[in-house]
């Protein structure tokens, strides 16, 4: 950790603060990916760890390399959008996948389709 | 013009990626115009649907409401999952009818809805123009219709036409 | 100073993320179908890209940040593409 050594203590703080609120947001994610009951609910718990907890680490990243380096170190801008970008995709997907695996199942708990004559058409969403 | 960038979004940010991962200088400007250009005219023979930014001022409020948004529901979906004991939550499905028909609109739409922990976007449906989303703190099924049409879905109809 | 304060909250950080991945793969094992299991997946590639982002900070390497870049390209396309295969491949039409 010696390159650190150089950094000022209000840039040590902040980055520490931002890295411990990102990976504790992250960390809620996957408690709650544990603890939650069923699968709607767990939908939820990823985008805790993708939006913020990713948020802050990676603000972290561009403020400690910023510093270090004394000039805007700024690619960890594409991550933060890549992941914003496909976590959406990736859920929405899902979300559509088990909704589709359940009316296929008749299971309870599940709404009808929104079209009123009952068929699932999966090529109508975006 | 036109026939030169079709998607002139398209490759200015495809410019700002390169230069991001790259660094800043001439020559990779030069290489960035370039790739960006190209790539750009590329996509063009997948016949995107466009639409037009009509007013750019309001971005930025849109992106601020979302952060706020975001961070808020964080919070508040971290406390249900942590304390899950403090009140009985209840989670379900809300039915919401729409107004915005834009693809690129619905697709920001999606994003801000997934993004937030505490909603989720399943199901949409173009010929309803509904929308279902799975709620994880379902108080109100009003509130929820209500946030979504007056808090996101009329600035993204005044931004995108 | 802030040396300690770095390598302390950093590796707490590691830890954090860490249990967050072990957590992430005890869903992954459990199931108990086949949505959880890759939702659980998602949630472990962007844990494990964030513990290399938080890995490069603690060594000061830049590295780390393309190996995460190409963490979360192939884990979206994976993701993506599980997924895909839930809604078409298994049910016989």
């Known amino acids: ?126 | ?161 | 100073m802030s040396a300690t304060i770095l390598s302390w909250s950093l590796l707490v950080a590691l830890v954090l993320l860490g249990a967050a991945m072990v957590i992430a793969a005890v869903r992954m094992l459990r199931g108990p179908r086949a949505q959880d299991r890759i939702m659980a997946f998602d949630a472990f590639y962007v844990n494990a890209m964030l513990l290399l982002l938080v890995f490069g900070m603690r060594t000061g390497s830049t590295l780390y940040f393309e190996a995460a870049l190409v963490i979360a390209l192939l884990g979206f396309i994976a993701t993506l593409a599980l997924a895909k295969f839930l809604m078409r491949g298994e049910i016989i039409e």
């Open chain 1, 1 to 126: 950790m010696n390159h650190a050594a150089d950094l000022p203590v209000w840039a040590a703080l902040l980055v520490s603060f931002l890295v411990l609120l990102g990976a504790g947001l992250t960390l809620v994610g996957a408690i709650g990916l544990v603890r939650l009951k069923t699968f709607y609910d767990r939908l939820h718990a990823p985008s805790l760890g993708a939006t913020w907890g990713a948020g802050g680490i990676l603000l972290a990243s561009i403020l400690f390399f910023s510093v270090l380096q004394s000039r805007p170190v700024l690619h960890e801008v594409l991550i933060a959008v890549f992941l914003t970008v496909t976590t959406p995709v990736t859920l929405m997907l899902l979300g559509r996948a088990a909704l589709y695996r359940d009316r296929s199942e008749n299971a309870a708990d599940v709404p009808p389709p929104i079209r009123a004559d009952g068929e699932i058409r999966s090529g109508d969403t975006i």
């Open chain 2, 1 to 161: 013009m036109s026939r030169l960038l079709p998607y002139p979004l398209l490759a200015v940010s495809l410019l700002a990626m390169w230069l991001l991962l790259n660094g800043l200088s001439l020559g990779h400007i030069v290489l960035g115009s370039v790739i960006g250009v190209a790539a750009s005219n590329v996509t063009a023979a997948l016949q995107p649907p466009r639409s037009r930014i009509r007013r750019w001022h309001l971005i930025p409020k849109l992106v601020a409401i979302v952060l706020v948004d975001v961070w808020r529901s964080n919070v508040a979906v971290a406390r249900l999952i942590l304390f899950p004991g403090q009140h009985r939550r209840v989670s379900g499905f809300v039915i919401v009818p729409l107004e915005l028909r834009d693809p690129a609109a619905l697709a920001i739409l999606a994003c801000i809805l997934t993004c937030t922990p505490g909603s989720a976007w399943v199901e949409y449906d173009s010929t309803a123009n509904k929308l279902l989303i799975h709620v994880f703190d379902l108080v109100d099924e009003a509130h929820w219709i209500d946030l979504i049409k007056n808090r996101y879905e009329r600035l993204l109809l005044e931004i995108l036409a």
